[in-house]
């Protein structure tokens, strides 16, 4: 059972917008709850993440275009993009930390990814 499932991947040029989902169990909603993403011959990286008092983070590659939030009444977590570039084209993830801080590196559950590809 998928306890974390992403969509609205997709290919768009670049400058252009994408919304991801990850619907989570509402076991997931006092949780720290994070996305990364994975290029082709790269290693993951963390793009943002949000904790239960809202608190947001995000990388610095990100910072100004792209969006975290969460909808607790959906179970629901977003990444809206914006002004995308073909360096954000990857594979992304949604992620749960089993802590109400996104205070340290572990994230116990992970969604199974999806693809976002933009072109220049």
């Known amino acids: 059972q998928d306890l974390l499932v992403e969509s609205g991947g997709g290919s768009v040029q670049s400058g252009g917008s994408l919304t991801l989902s990850c619907v989570g169990s509402e076991t997931f909603r006092d949780n720290c709850m994070g996305w990364f993403r994975q290029a082709p011959g790269k290693e993951r990286e963390g793009v943002g993440n949000i904790d239960s008092y809202s608190h947001i983070t995000y990388a610095d590659s990100v910072k100004g275009r792209f969006n975290i939030f969460r909808d607790n009444a959906k179970n629901t977590l977003y990444l809206q993009m914006h002004s995308l570039k073909p360096e954000d084209t990857a594979t992304y993830y949604c992620?749960?930390?089993?802590?109400?801080?996104?205070?340290?590196?572990?994230?116990?559950?992970w969604g199974q990814g999806t693809q976002v590809t933009v072109s220049s």
């Open positions: 992620a749960a930390r089993v802590a109400s801080r996104c205070l340290g590196t572990a994230y116990h559950y």
